[in-house]
């Protein structure tokens, strides 16, 4: 079983709806998520970016709830934080250069995403973890 056949596994299981029916061609959209339903572009070829997508939507699906580009609360700034290398590299107290080698090499050994203890990490479209109930 591949990595995009299980997260399909986790969604369903978890009663989350994957759907693949819907044309986004003429958006900027490669996903939408509501209420429960991932809508992913019919026009994602590859397993790796649809593994990737769906890792990150199941994220957002366990992880977030209210509008999140509010960061007037203390709790939105802290669920907005690391978005980029930069960031995440300081955060670590390591150089950009040595955390983009360390995934790079996570991401040659494990692949798009992994399941490890209680925790599912992806590597592509871009770093993502998430602690799965």
Do not use: W
């Not at 026009?43 to 366990?62: D, R």
């Amino acid at each position: 079983m591949n990595n995009c056949e299980k997260l399909l596994d986790i969604a369903n299981n978890d009663g989350i709806v994957v759907t693949e029916k819907f044309d986004f061609s003429q958006t900027r959209f490669k996903v939408l998520y509501c209420n429960g339903v991932i809508a992913i572009n019919s026009n994602i070829q590859t397993n790796s970016e649809k593994s990737g997508i769906l890792a990150e939507e199941l994220g957002h699906h366990y992880t977030t709830f209210g509008n999140i580009t509010d960061l007037e609360s203390t709790e939105n700034q802290n669920k907005a934080n690391c978005l980029t290398l930069n960031e995440m590299a300081e955060h670590l107290e390591v150089s950009e250069e040595f955390l983009s080698e360390a995934l790079e090499y996570y991401r040659k050994k494990y692949g798009v995403c992994t399941e490890i203890d209680n925790y599912l990490i992806y590597f592509e479209p871009s770093l993502g973890v998430m602690e799965l109930i």
